[in-house]
């Protein structure tokens, strides 16, 4: 009996090149009896550093994963997309099983183009095979299939002013990555700086206007995860001087850091920054610091 191991994780071109490969002859029941709790406990460790490395991106040319396993739903995401992070934030807060594919957005997968041919992130699969996507709407679907901590409010009128609210701050987002783009091609960012400043002293009324912590009420909730990773950014963007004169802003971005959920799937700034500069630099670095 011949074991043999094939495993490639790191979803690049050369996917069908062993990256690991192990081979036991077993040449008869009685070796087989002796030595199998050894042989499975040694597969066992070497899948566990394997499956650590998965989180590498899939590139054009790799292998697609198989079926989405029966009981777990699977997220297409990419490590450093802030619209991934919001679908993985909800994932996380409501402890549901999953699993994350990650994927080369500027060498995307054929098949993954095949499960959804815009090939955004983040996008959901369904064990039936059935996708989703757009990160707002992963981020409602997962509240209203899966039980456990609700994280969008049950009253009608509170659900519309978080979306109402989610619109508004939709039309901040293109500023943060305007910014850092005019900046690189030498331009004056100024103005740019000053229309961010003001968007973001709007925001801050907000949460003046309610006086609550958070934007849906004094805990964390679902409008709170749409907003965070554009702010967990801000310093590695250079953008922090756009939030000035927002202190109860200031003070949400510092509750937000200590969050359970954000704390244990978020970036220091050094890695954004480094992630944001290859990015920036035409070559983004997918896999930093794996």
């Known amino acids: 009996m011949d074991i043999c191991l094939f495993m ?29 709790v050894f042989r499975f406990a040694f597969i066992f460790q070497i899948l566990t550093v394997v499956m650590a490395a998965t989180q590498k991106c899939y590139a054009k040319g790799s292998c697609a994963p198989g079926p989405v396993p029966q009981g777990q739903i699977r997220v297409y995401s990419m490590r450093f997309c802030p619209f991934a992070q919001r679908t993985r934030l909800v994932l996380k807060a409501k402890g549901i099983n999953h699993e994350t594919v990650n994927i080369h ?22 064990p039936s095979g059935q996708v989703i996507y757009e ?26 002013q978080q979306k109402m609210l ?17 900046r690189k091609s030498g331009e004056d960012v100024s103005a740019l700086e ?34 965070w990773p554009w702010f967990e950014r801000a310093e590695a963007w250079q953008l922090n001087q756009c939030l000035d004169g927002t202190p109860e802003l200031k003070k949400w971005i510092l509750l937000m850091q200590e969050d359970p959920t954000v704390k244990a799937i978020m970036f220091d700034a050094e890695t954004h920054k480094a992630f944001f500069n290859s990015y920036m630099a035409g070559n983004p670095s997918y896999d930093y610091g794996l």
Do not use: H
């Open 135 to 160: 990160s707002p709407i992963t981020c409602e679907y997962l509240d209203e299939v899966y039980p456990g901590k609700k994280l969008t409010p049950s009253d009608p009128f509170e659900k519309a």
């Open 166 to 182: 989610l619109e508004e701050y939709s039309k901040i987002i293109p500023l943060f990555y305007k910014i850092p783009g005019s």
């Open 8 to 36: 490639n994780s790191e979803g690049t071109k050369d996917q069908g090149r062993p990256l690991l490969v192990l081979m036991w002859s077993l040449p008869n029941r009685r070796c087989l009896r002796s030595s199998l």
């Open 105 to 126: 957005l500027k060498e995307k997968p054929e098949w993954f183009l095949k499960k959804n041919p815009l090939g955004l992130v983040p996008t959901l699969e369904l």
């Open 194 to 227: 000053a229309e961010l400043t003001e968007k973001l002293s709007k925001l801050n009324k907000v949460l003046v206007n309610k006086k609550t912590k958070y934007f849906g009420g004094d805990s964390v909730t679902m409008i709170d995860y749409l907003i």
